[in-house]
């Protein structure tokens, strides 16, 4: 989903409903409900297709976008955090070869090994001004539910983990000293499903049945409580998540 362009996200980038999910780091209570500040649309396909796109979007002829995070830690794809988890799948065999099983080292700890010490937003917004951008996009939040802002939802975020900074926060910062109109993108709707795999366990092998870090319970606001999620499909019916 494509955040607000054009203007910074409200309390860094407000993507999700930001209740008081637990009261908890660990607990997994249902979250608060918020209602929804009425906007310029209705929830139909009449209301939106109102909708005109801004003047300055439609002369824009590139944009760039940063999907960046903490899976750049391994450098071995997309969806690690994911298929680190998935017995036999490439990643899964990498992240044991190097870092350890993942019923003992998950992704959580490759959390904390991101610390974005080189990271240059200025000298990468130069770049992308030479190319011709004429706005930037940068990831706010990705399926493996860490925020790169100082969320207040759940602590697990890059300010109290990893890189402690507002990633976003920075990137907005480069790019309206350079005149972008700036947004940001979150992927957070299918990580309830997309996520389940975390409380698996090998069925083969000298760890069969030993569960993945996933399962602890102290790490249940990162991995989400979804045991009992089906793996098929994409987003979720269950009434925590959608709430």
Same mark, same amino acid.
């Given at each position: ?6 203007? /910074?996200? #409200?309390?860094?980038? #407000? ?19 918020? $209602?929804?500040?009425?906007? *310029?649309?209705? +929830?139909?396909? $009449?209301?939106?297709? @109102?909708?005109?796109? *801004? #003047? ?14 903490? @899976?750049?830690?391994?450098?071995? =794809?997309?969806? !690690? ?6 017995? =036999?799948?490439?990643?899964?065999? !990498? ?19 991101? &610390? ?14 030479? /190319? ?10 990705? %399926? ?8 207040? %939802? %759940?602590?697990?975020? /890059?300010?109290?983990?990893? +890189?402690? #900074? ?6 907005? $910062?480069?790019?309206? &000293? ?22 698996? /366990?090998? &069925?083969?092998?000298? !760890?069969? =049945? ?6 602890? *319970?102290? !790490?249940?606001?990162?991995?989400? *409580? ?18």
């Amino acid at each position: 989903m494509l955040g607000v362009i054009g203007t /910074a996200p #409200r309390s860094s980038a #407000r993507l999700k409903k930001e209740g008081d999910l637990s009261a908890s780091f660990g607990g997994a209570s249902a979250p608060t409900s918020y $209602e929804i500040a009425k906007g *310029p649309f209705e +929830p139909t396909w $009449e209301s939106l297709r @109102q909708f005109e796109c *801004p #003047r300055w979007f439609r002369d824009a002829k590139l944009g760039l976008w940063a999907h960046w995070g903490p @899976q750049s830690v391994p450098m071995f =794809g997309d969806w !690690y955090a994911r298929h680190m988890y998935v017995e =036999g799948h490439d990643q899964y065999r !990498y992240h044991w070869r190097v870092y350890g099983h993942p019923s003992k080292v998950g992704y959580k700890d490759i959390i904390q090994q991101w &610390k974005a010490e080189k990271f240059q937003p200025e000298e990468l917004m130069d770049l992308y001004v030479a /190319a011709g951008a004429k706005y930037f996009v940068a990831l706010a939040v990705h %399926h493996d539910n860490f925020d790169l802002w100082n969320s207040k %939802h %759940h602590r697990w975020n /890059a300010v109290n983990f990893g +890189p402690k #900074r507002d990633i976003i926060a920075l990137w907005r $910062e480069a790019a309206r &000293k350079q005149g972008l109109y700036f947004g940001v993108s979150e992927h957070l709707g299918a990580s309830f499903r997309w996520w389940v795999v975390n409380k698996g /366990a090998d &069925k083969e092998g000298p !760890y069969a =049945g030993v569960p993945y870090d996933g399962n602890d *319970p102290a !790490y249940e606001d990162l991995y989400h *409580p979804n045991r009992d999620e089906p793996r098929e499909g994409w987003y979720t019916e269950n009434p925590w998540w959608s709430f």
